[in-house]
């Protein structure tokens, strides 16, 4: 099963691993087991939730919500199965 | 009930609330662990369990069914009856409070009476963060409570609150759109003044602490510091409780008339018990060092770097914990196996967690690296660096074969909250130390009291008659006693020693090395030696008192003398020696490898849910040291090594 937030088809949505430093978006899928997404879920990584990307590869550290106070750590193979729409 | 998301400070705010007046048991049927403790209100006493921290109660996870379970009033701690709560505190982390809030519609919607924490306020406050509480308890219609579990701010009030706990006015809607716009809705309310700044030093540590090369310096750094507090540090109380313990058995000695209560005592329950509770000064630095690893928010950075050294293993970042903590005692490190989420990640690490070197090894590794390099301690000091090395590497070997095997499976890929730095509690970690020394105390005190008792038995029946050589010494001690005092006490000891070395090879025990020696020829060891082995069995450090009786009469291994006996004792031919260069090698390999160890196999099976992985980690663990030994003792015979 794949969560999608259904307005996106026209945006430019790229996974998680591919935001540059510092880059803002929005997720707009996440492409992972039901077990895994509602972990991601319940930590804040969820579909249209913003996230600020801190740091690349492994791993892969973002900042969520409005206020950005969350910091989330997910190893490389996680961050591939987050997209993200940039900018948001 | 406690109930709030991982790193909201709730353990912090429990210890705050109830001080040491909690016990820590587990739910009936799980592993999982809770803390019961007592708060002391105006009215009276309120009881207070605090539930384990998970990010949603509604998750497929065994920490989140346990949760649910125990708000539905179906579970219970164990000793405690089961009934649904009074009331429901939820703990709220200030500086994150839109995640929290969806942990708080999910306990709304339980429609228990409750009251809300929003603790860190001290450190909300500190980044900019405004939370107006006020807006909240009226949106709410139930107490909301500033509070720093850190500082005591607020905790006068949060006692005060948890005596008139009130069921919420509002209820969130259970679609996620909804739920989506009930949190944003009221993170508006309670977050209208915030203007949070960047937390930039978090950030720069970080990128420091999870670099591929400065991360890994970083952490061998760290692990090593540990270490040396271990093995340095927790010394000192170490010696105290092993003096404690042999003053114990002297004390019962005298007291107790000759007997069989007297030699249960003294041979059985207090060296059994006395010889794993050495351990506890270890466990608890172990855990007290942890716990402030914990708090200042390293170790969940430590996990990612962790996780590139494990995976190629197929072990996750968090067993590095389990696996670190078995240097010292496997068994708090399989308990601390409890924290991987993937069953198959979780068992793999239970099954090779024994690999590790831990102490009970190290007067093994003395006694035979002292027999091996007699006259150089740097080559000793190698040698016992190279165990460390091969029980690691053995450990880590396994783990890819039982995950390429039986525990085939891809593992579940890590995601961690990262929380912000800070200064560490020395209460906390002080209080965490106490309660994993209890639950080891505890443990100490049933299964390994069992244990001690079977094997005291076992080496202590049949009572063999006192030898003719023991006699005539005796009756030469007594013929001596008045004219030649110290002759006829040298004499007496003689003729206890030649009775204790009789006891044991008559007993089950000795009938038992002989048993095994046909299998253990192979390896180097004769019927003495195989005693020491299966001995070893009640906690390994036994081999060192059981191979000195054995060869020597005598318990104390650690004068010179004691040592040049053990390795001039010969074999029953008269000639070899007991302890050949190659069998103290073989010995060496086998005890690093080797399952001699009782209390681990029941932790096991406890821990990963039956008897058939104890069994697996037995054979297991047995088949590759006797293999390791075998190859060891062939190498070194062909080498010419004798």
């Given amino acids: 099963m794949i969560a999608t937030n259904p307005d996106i088809s026209t945006r430019r949505i790229v996974p998680l691993t591919q935001l540059k430093r510092g880059e803002r978006g929005v997720i707009s899928e996440t492409r992972t087991d039901d077990d895994s997404r509602a972990l991601l879920g319940a930590m804040g990584l969820r579909v249209s939730e913003p996230i600020r990307l801190c740091r690349h590869g492994e791993p892969c550290i973002v900042l969520t919500g409005a206020c950005e106070t969350c910091r989330i750590g997910l190893t490389r193979k996680l961050a591939d199965c987050v997209y993200v729409e940039v900018g948001g | 009930m406690l109930l709030g998301n991982p790193n909201t400070g709730k353990t912090t705010l429990f210890n705050r609330l109830c001080g040491l007046r909690h016990k820590t048991a587990n739910f009936p049927g799980t592993t999982l662990e809770s803390r019961l403790g007592v708060v002391r209100a105006g009215s009276g006493e309120i009881r207070l369990d605090d539930l384990p921290g998970v990010y949603s109660i509604e998750l497929d996870q065994h920490e989140a069914r346990v949760c649910r379970l125990a708000l539905e009033g179906s579970l219970a701690l164990g000793g405690e009856s089961v009934r649904a709560p009074d009331a429901v505190c ?19 919607r339980r429609r228990l009476p409750m009251i809300v924490a929003v603790n860190m306020i001290d450190i909300a406050r500190r980044r900019g963060i405004v939370i107006n509480t006020a807006a909240l308890e009226r949106e709410l219609g139930c107490p909301v409570v500033p509070v720093s579990g850190r500082t005591g701010e607020g905790v006068e009030a949060l006692v005060a609150a948890l005596e008139r706990p009130r069921l919420a006015t509002t209820t969130p809607p259970g679609d996620p759109t909804g739920e989506r716009d009930w949190v944003e809705r009221l993170a508006q309310i309670a977050e209208a003044d915030t203007t949070p700044s960047a937390d930039t030093f978090t950030e720069r540590l970080d990128l420091a602490f999870t670099h591929p090369v400065v991360g890994l310096a970083v952490f061998a750094l760290v692990m090593t510091g540990v270490f040396w507090a271990l093995f340095r540090l927790a010394t000192i109380p170490m010696d105290l409780i092993d003096s404690l313990f042999t003053s114990l058995g002297g004390f019962v000695a005298s007291a107790l008339p000759d007997g069989l209560i007297a030699s249960m005592l003294v041979d059985g329950v207090i060296p059994g018990v006395g010889g794993v509770a050495v351990f506890l000064p270890q466990i608890c630095l172990l855990f007290f060092l942890f716990s402030l690893l914990e708090d200042t928010g390293y170790l969940a950075r430590a996990s990612f770097v962790a996780d590139r050294v494990l995976r190629p293993f197929g072990l996750p970042g968090h067993a590095f914990i389990p696996l670190l903590s078995s240097h010292a005692c496997a068994l708090p490190g399989i308990m601390a196996a409890r924290a991987i989420p993937d069953r198959r990640e979780r068992l793999a690490t239970i099954l090779v967690a024994p690999f590790m070197t831990c102490s009970a090894r190290l007067p093994v590794y003395v006694l035979l690296t002292s027999l091996l390099f007699k006259d150089s301690p740097a080559m000793a000091a190698l040698a016992f660096t190279g165990c460390y090395a091969l029980g690691a590497c053995a450990g880590v070997v396994s783990a890819l074969i039982f995950r390429r095997t039986i525990l085939r499976g891809e593992g579940r890929p890590m995601a961690l909250e990262l929380p912000s730095y800070k200064r560490p509690s020395v209460r906390d970690a002080l209080m965490n130390a106490w309660d994993r020394g209890l639950v080891f105390a505890r443990n100490a005190g049933s299964v390994i009291l069992s244990i001690s008792i079977v094997l005291w038995w076992l080496a202590a029946y049949p009572v063999a008659p006192p030898t003719p050589e023991s006699a005539a010494l005796r009756e030469q001690a007594a013929a001596l006693v008045h004219s030649q005092p110290a002759e006829a006490g040298a004499l007496i000891t003689r003729a206890d020693s030649n009775e204790a070395q009789h006891r044991l090879e008559s007993s089950f025990a000795g009938m038992l090395g002989r048993a095994v020696e046909p299998a253990l020829a192979p ?63 073989s010995l060496l390999v086998f005890f690093v490898l080797a399952m001699q160890c009782l209390p681990t196999l029941v932790v096991t099976a406890r821990e990963a849910g039956g008897w058939k992985w104890a069994a697996l980690q037995f054979a297991w663990m047995t088949g590759v040291a006797y293999a390791a030994a075998l190859t060891t003792f062939t190498i070194c015979k062909a080498m010419g090594i004798a």
Wanted: aromatic content about 6%; glycine content about 8%; proline content about 2%.
């Fill in chain 2, 90 to 108: 939820v703990v709220l982390d200030a500086t994150s409070l839109p995640r929290n809030l969806r942990m708080l519609g999910e306990a709304l």
């Fill in chain 2, 523 to 585: 390896i180097g060891y004769d019927w003495r030696i195989s005693i020491g082995v299966l001995s070893s069995f009640a906690a390994r450090e036994v081999f060192v008192s059981t191979m000195a009786v054995v060869l020597t009469g005598h318990e104390d291994a650690d004068s010179e003398g004691v040592l040049g006996r053990i390795r001039q004792a010969k074999r029953d031919d008269g000639v070899t020696p007991v302890l050949t260069r190659a069998t103290a090698w």
